[in-house]
């Protein structure tokens, strides 16, 4: 096939992929638009702080249910972590959060169909659930202990005395007053469509980019090779995948549209699975938000469980829906 004709097919596959699922995108970004704009980050942590109980259950719930980026993330983290949370909650959030969110739930469906979407949504709950409990095994048997980056200093006041301030010399009146937060802004129409705006010069860009590199790629590449390494069958292929989504996954945007070209050439959908598994959770915002607050035995257990995790998700997959 010459370049033009190339170039003319992954165009064409481009424009038929974005008229199977504009409906979708359009759900997506009006749902991902009003989650910005109505949900409240510290509103998040205020929630996850005060039910410790059932405290993994709580985090997952909302790390499934928010639209936070890595970022965000890291916010609603270092927000628990000032309360002392323990290490299963914070572990359980640090998991699923970077998997998924509503509309990415709707995204997925346009490009997988329901049942990969919903697959992949209670993935990311059974994966945050299982490392919250690895989390609260570990942090138990005193694994964890000092592995916060943001262990906050205690300050020590001599006030003039030698050696330190005497008992009960700091026994002084606090007055306290009441914190005012200050009142969120309404949400106006022009704001709302401002933020779906802001979000379409994001999201489609890179849809429509990714998507033709995928058609691209699955042009040049023999689609033997694919079905080779990554077909149903292939015992290797699901793990193989889940590997290489650690260092190759890019975002939610532009990973979405190149896996669904490359399912389009042979791979299984377990291996898609797998791939976006690992590599939602082990994106280089994730990771580097994780290091922000946590030492390396943590960040272990975030990326055990994802590829482990997603392993036998992509094999469960697979069998459930061959």
């Excluded at 694919?226 to 015992?235: E, V």
């Excluded at 995948?241 to 532009?254: R, V």
Aim: aromatic share 12%.
């Amino acid at each position: 096939m010459d370049i033009p004709s190339l170039l003319s097919y992954a165009f064409s596959k481009v424009i038929e992929t974005f008229s199977h699922n504009w409906l979708l995108l359009l759900i997506s970004i009006l749902i991902s638009a009003a989650l910005k704009l109505y949900v409240d980050q510290d509103a998040m942590s205020r929630v996850l702080r005060k039910n410790s109980r059932n405290s993994v259950i709580m985090s997952t719930g909302v790390a499934v249910t928010t639209p936070f980026c890595s970022c965000g993330t890291t916010a609603v983290v270092l927000g628990m972590m000032t309360s002392t949370v323990p290490w299963a909650p914070i572990v359980a959030f640090m998991v699923s959060s970077p998997l998924t969110s509503p509309q990415e739930l709707f995204y997925s469906a346009g490009l997988f169909g329901w049942n990969f979407a919903i697959a992949f949504f209670v993935a990311s709950i059974l994966l945050g659930l299982m490392g919250g409990t690895v989390a609260g095994f570990a942090e138990s048997r005193g694994w964890l202990q000092g592995q916060s980056r943001s262990a906050p200093a205690t300050p020590s006041l001599s006030l003039g005395f030698p050696g330190g301030a005497p008992a009960g010399a700091l026994d002084l009146p606090v007055f306290s007053q009441p914190v005012i937060e200050p009142a969120k802004p309404a949400v106006t129409l022009q704001m709302f469509l401002q933020e779906m705006w802001d979000i379409s010069k994001r999201l489609l860009p890179l849809f429509f980019g990714f998507t033709f590199i995928g058609y691209l790629l699955n042009s040049l590449i023999p689609v033997e090779w694919i079905t080779s390494l990554f077909g149903t069958g292939r015992s290797y292929g699901i793990p193989l995948a889940a590997t290489l989504g650690l260092p190759f996954y890019l975002n939610t945007e532009a990973s979405l549209p190149l896996v669904r070209a490359m399912l389009d050439s042979g791979m299984s959908e377990g291996a898609a699975l797998a791939f976006l598994i690992t590599g939602a959770g082990t994106s280089i915002g994730a990771i580097s938000g994780a290091l922000t607050i946590a030492r390396w035995r943590v960040i272990t257990i975030v990326l055990g469980t994802l590829w482990v995790g997603s392993i036998l998700i992509g094999f469960g997959y697979n069998v459930f829906f061959p």
